[in-house]
Structures are given as C-alpha cells and as structure tokens.
C-alpha cells in the first residue's frame, strides 16, 4: 500500500539532489569566475525545478490514463513509442546510479582519512582501506528492502545537509576575517579555448549538482492523487538548495579563489600547515558528510536493485521470504562491492562528477522532461511553453555535448595524475 506523505517527498529529493557534492561548487566557481558562477547556478536551478514540475505534470497526465509509471524508462518508452528509448534510459540511468555510488564511497573513505590524518598524523592506513570500511557498512544498510523505507533515513540526510553547509561557510567566514587568510586569486585560466573547456566542465558539475534522475520512483512512493504532493515536496527541496548551495558556493569561493580543491574540506584541511578552521568544527562538518552519504548511496541505489531484482524476485513471496532474501543478499553486496572497488582504484572525484552530469544527468533532467512534456500534453508549437521547452532542449543539447567533450578531456590531461589504488583523491 502506498501511503507517502508531500514531506516524504521532500526527504527523498533533498536527498538525491543536496549532497556532499555541493562541496564542490566553489571549484566549479573556479572555472566560471563570479558572475558566470552566480548566472550558471541560477539557470540551473530554475531549469531543474521546471523540468522537476513538468516531469510530475507528465507522470499525472499517464496515471490519469490509466498508466501508472514509477520508473524512468518506462515512462520514456510509453511517451516516446520507441523501445531503444527504454534501453537509453537504463543505460543513462546505471551511469548516474553507479557514478553516485561510486562518488559516494569515494567521498566517505575521504572522510574517514581525513579524521584519521587527525588524530594519528603519521598512521600507516591508506585510503583504500576506508573505503572497504565503507563498503562493509553500505553493504549492511544495502537490504533495507524498499525506496519508502528510507523515508527516515533521508530525513536525517537533509539535517545533515543544513548542517555541514552552515559549519563550512561559517569557517569560511572565520578564515576572510582571520590574518591567516589565503591570498585571494580569481582570475580564469590564461587563454580562451582552456577557459571555454574550463567553463563548459564547470557546467557539467553544476548539472550533476541539481541533477535527480530518480524523480519518478520518488512520485511512486507517493499515495495518489501526486502532483500537488511532489509540487510542495519540491518546494521544500528548493528552499534547502537556496540556503545551502548559494552560501557554500559565494563562502568557498570567495576565500579561496582559483585555489579552491574539488572538495572545499581539503581546502579547510591544507596538506601543508594548520588547519584553517577549528578542529572541533572540521569533525563536525566531515562526521555529517560521512553520514549524509550513506544515505545517498542507498537512495541512488534502489534504480540499481530494482533492475537487478526484476528477475530474480518473486513478487508472490513476502519481501523477508527465503526466496527474496537471499538472492537480493547476494546481488546487492556483489553491487556494492564492485562499487567500491572502483572507488579504490579510480580516486578521482571532481572528474567523476563532471562527466556523470555531462553524460547522465544533462539528458535525463535537462532534455528528457520538456521533450515527455511536448509529447504528452501537445502545447500549441507557438505557444511560450512549447517554444520554452524547444529551447532548453537545444540549449542543454549542445551544452551536454561539449561538457562531454570538456570532462573527457580533462580526465585525459588528468591522466598522469591518476594511480591506481592512490591515497590521495585528484582534484
């Protein structure tokens, strides 16, 4: 029986779309420079929410139909009339899902090394050992059995959110006024093509950021009639982003400029010299982080094992059956394992973020929605709406494909840097 709540809703989209990674809005900054940054972030968000609203106007249109869809890619298949459109979605889908995952561990393992760097500096543990640390605890929260389930869980996530957003900026804040400040440089790269791919990679993070691939298996945890529930959970969700991504970005940037780290903890946390926050504060901020990425994971990864599960489940059985239980056991610790692993061995975060938002997000959440829209509610062609729609569409088309581009190239001049089974993440 379905029986979530608008503020259910809200906990699950706050938790899909504010995350850690909003840490790495001032190194996005840092390839758009001020008011870039500001138009950038502004345009994302209110595309997002648009695309968000449309995408629940279609799924209430089907209902209404007699079509209930709660995953993506049927949703997509029955609109657009065409199977390979089921087979793209999946694949755009696993992208995001196993990028985040990948992030997620990736993110954690960081986190645990960087308490651990505290306490015992000259400690032998590498990062890859956290990140079997994490691994083992993921694979446990793993079998909580469905999306509804982690409605509590993802309260405690937006908590969790505000909080580590308000420790940063306030030890961002402390360090501008402080003599320790580090010299502020914003200036862009030297030359227009490495400014444009800078740019255009930065675009792409900004769209992992906002992205949410799993809006409609969010709606389906809803009790019908949806709309009005997701418009205010939606709602909520955007009142968290306003607070958090704008002072964390303006915050983060403004004190360290050009310099900032694709993980504004590192820049708090320099491999060289003091900290520049109190130690008390730092904790606080990564233990948060640490926590809110558990949940992440475990939300990004029910698309993941409802795909798996298809087959070998038994929907006649209870969910606790020995029939279920073990096969879904089995399927989602091979899951997490192998995310894991390639946390370990491919330690490279800011790149992994880009080129999920330019390969998975852009289309899913940017493209997708408007063209569903189209489709399904047959605006006038010279109507505002459908011109509007029309426009994102080319717009975040050619934006997608020269953040591709963008990301792909800059994880090949990063290429050098990458070892496998580091102890450092690249920025």
């Not at 032998?124 to 509590?152: G, N």
């Not at 964390?248 to 993980?263: E, I, Q, R």
């Not at 059985?317 to 946390?343: D, E, H, W």
């Not at 997000?361 to 509610?377: A, C, E, G, R, S």
């Amino acid at each position: 029986m379905i029986v979530g709540q608008w503020w259910h809703a809200g906990f699950h989209l706050t938790t899909a779309i504010v995350g850690p990674t909003i840490l790495t809005l001032p190194y996005a900054f840092r390839g758009l420079g001020w008011v870039l940054g500001f138009l950038c972030l502004t345009i994302m968000g209110t595309v997002t929410f648009y695309a968000y609203y449309l995408m629940s106007k279609v799924l209430d249109h089907c209902e209404k139909a007699g079509r209930r869809h709660i995953r993506f890619r049927e949703l997509a298949s029955d609109v657009l009339g065409s199977g390979w459109m089921f087979y793209f979605v999946i694949f755009i889908q696993t992208a995001i899902n196993t990028g985040v995952g990948i992030g997620a561990i990736l993110l954690s393992g960081q986190c645990l090394q960087i308490m651990y760097k505290e306490i015992s500096p000259d400690g032998s543990l590498r990062l890859y050992e956290f990140i079997a640390m994490v691994t083992m605890v993921m694979i446990v929260l793993s079998q909580l059995p469905s999306f509804h389930s982690l409605r509590h869980i993802n309260l405690g996530s937006l908590v969790l959110s505000l909080g580590y957003s308000f420790l940063v900026v306030g030890a961002c804040i402390n360090i501008a006024a402080s003599k320790n400040a580090p010299p502020r440089d914003y200036s862009l790269e030297s030359s227009s093509s490495a400014r444009a791919f800078s740019a255009f990679s930065s675009i792409s993070i900004l769209a992992a950021i906002f992205g949410n691939g799993i809006l409609p298996e969010i709606q389906a945890t809803l009790a019908p009639p949806a709309t009005g529930k997701m418009v205010k959970g939606l709602l909520m969700c955007y009142l968290v982003i306003f607070v958090t991504f704008y002072s964390t970005a303006v915050s983060g940037y403004w004190v360290f400029g050009n310099k900032s780290n694709s993980n504004i903890l590192e820049s708090l946390m320099p491999d060289e010299g003091p900290a520049l926050a109190p130690t008390w504060v730092l904790g606080l901020a990564v233990i948060f982080v640490l926590l809110q990425l558990l949940a992440i994971a475990l939300v990004y990864s029910q698309v993941a094992y409802e795909i798996m599960e298809k087959k070998s489940a038994d929907v006649e059985q209870g969910v606790f059956s020995k029939r279920n239980l073990i096969p879904r056991l089995i399927l989602r610790t091979l899951y997490m394992v192998l995310c894991g692993f390639f946390a370990a061995m491919l330690p490279f975060f800011g790149d992994i973020t880009s080129v999920v938002g330019a390969i998975g997000f852009i289309p899913l959440d940017f493209i997708l929605p408007m063209l569903l829209y189209n489709k399904t509610h047959n605006p006038p062609r010279s109507s505002f709406t459908y011109l509007i729609n029309i426009s994102i569409i080319v717009v975040f088309t050619g934006v997608g494909i020269m953040g591709t581009f963008s990301s792909v190239r800059k994880l090949a001049l990063d290429a050098y840097k990458f070892k496998l089974f580091s102890s450092d993440v690249v920025n």
